[in-house]
Nanobody, 121 residues
Framework: QVQLVESGGGLVQPGGSLRLSCAAS????????MGWFRQSPGKQREMVAV???????NYTDSVKGRFTISRDNAKNTVYLQMNSLKPEDTAVYYC???????????????WGQGTQVTVSS
C-alpha cells in the first residue's frame, strides 16, 4: 500500500508564494511519475505539473514560468513551488503518484487527500 501526505497549502495574497510537499510512504518498490493536480468548485480536476523518474517535467500552460515541480527520490517526496500566485490558482491541490508496491504486479495511481490553496487579498 502507498500513502500520500500533503502539506503546505493555505491562504496567500496575489503575487505571493507557497510550497506544497507530498511524501509517499508504505511498501513501495518503485515510484515512476509524480505530480500535482487541482480542482476548483464547478470545474474538473486538471493536471498542474508532473515529473517523471527521469526528471522530465510537464506543466499546464497557465502555470508555466510561475510554478516549479521537483522531487527528492531519497525521501519519496514531490514538491510544487508556486510563485506569483493569482486568484485563479485557488483550488484544492492533489498529489498523485504512479508507484509499484509490494504484492501488486503493476504500477498503480495513488492520490493524496488534497490541500486547499486560496489566493485572495
Amino acid at each position: 500500500q502507498v500513502q500520500l501526505v500533503e502539506s503546505g497549502g493555505g491562504l496567500v495574497q496575489p503575487g505571493g508564494s507557497l510550497r506544497l510537499s507530498c511524501a509517499a510512504s508504505g511498501t513501495i518498490l518503485s515510484i515512476y511519475a509524480m505530480g500535482w493536480f487541482r480542482q476548483s468548485p464547478g470545474k474538473q480536476r486538471e493536471m498542474v505539473a508532473v515529473i517523471t523518474n527521469g526528471d522530465s517535467t510537464n506543466y499546464t500552460d497557465s502555470v508555466k514560468g510561475r510554478f516549479t515541480i521537483s522531487r527528492d527520490n531519497a525521501k519519496n517526496t514531490v514538491y510544487l513551488q508556486m510563485n506569483s500566485l493569482k486568484p485563479e490558482d485557488t483550488a484544492v491541490y492533489y498529489c498523485s503518484v504512479v508507484a509499484r508496491s509490494v504484492g501488486v504486479g503493476v504500477p498503480q495511481v495513488h492520490w493524496g487527500q488534497g490541500t486547499q490553496v486560496t489566493v485572495s487579498s
